[in-house]
């Protein structure tokens, strides 16, 4: 058995444009893709089991009360979390799994299992996210509001992560993340400087959260 499997947990605030930059990064890897759980209802085109498990309020609050999430939080008014069962199983059978929650999920697996592989990626600005959030049209004014106050809320932890990088312009943003992937997995230093202690990263971190 191949007991090298890693961990990643990613964050990326809401409107970051984090899907694009995981499916080129993801696509000819073979990692398991964890598929969380969630209160909210489907967006125009998601389909249940692939992109979450959407289910109702009690059904979640049963499975926490059981254990059977690694972890789970709140987030705009709705519960997201991460089954513990199929985690468990893909790292035991020696494959790497990606989750992709929020901080708070982030921070509930790094104290579980601080092998965890912690990665941020960080928005060019809050007006960004602003005008993707707008661009895409897919929740109301209100919801935008919160998912920017929580966006603000995310960035200001960054510098918890274990790497942080950049979406600024995608080619970059998936050369950057396969550097950091890659050396994680072989556990080398080439993605050091990506690494959320430099005070390049801090400053980087402070430019994006300017006129927040
Ligand atoms: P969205 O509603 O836009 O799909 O997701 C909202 C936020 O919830 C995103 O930051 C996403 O990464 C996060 N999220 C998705 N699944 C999980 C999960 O299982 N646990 C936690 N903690 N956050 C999640």
């Not at 696509?27 to 498990?53: A, F, L, M, Q, W």
């Not at 890659?182 to 402070?206: H, P, V």
Request: aromatic share 8%; with cysteine; net charge negative.
């Amino acid at each position: 058995m191949n007991n090298n499997a890693k961990l990643f947990v990613i964050s990326a605030p809401s409107g970051c444009g984090k899907g694009t930059i995981l499916a080129e990064v993801f696509k000819n890897r073979d990692v398991y893709y964890s598929v969380s759980c969630t209160t909210r209802k489907p967006r125009e085109g998601e389909i249940d089991g692939v992109h979450y498990h959407f289910i109702k309020n009690d059904q979640f609050e049963k499975m926490a009360q059981n254990n059977e999430f690694l972890e789970y939080a709140g987030y705009a008014d709705h519960y997201y979390g991460t089954p513990l069962e199929t985690v468990k199983g893909n790292l035991e059978q020696g494959r790497d799994v990606v989750l992709e929650i929020e901080t708070k999920g982030a921070f509930q697996v790094k104290k579980a299992m601080p092998e965890a592989v912690l990665m941020f990626i960080l928005p060019p600005s809050i007006k960004e996210i602003d005008r993707r959030l707008h661009k895409r049209g897919t929740e109301e004014e209100s919801v935008i509001q919160k998912r920017l106050s929580e966006a603000v809320g995310e960035i200001k932890q960054a510098d918890k992560y274990d790497y942080v990088i950049m979406n600024d312009e995608l080619e970059k943003a998936v050369e950057d993340f396969n550097i950091v992937f890659n050396s994680a997995k072989a556990e080398d230093d080439k993605a050091d400087k990506f690494k959320s202690d430099r005070e390049e990263t801090k400053k980087l971190i402070g430019e994006v959260l300017e006129n927040a």
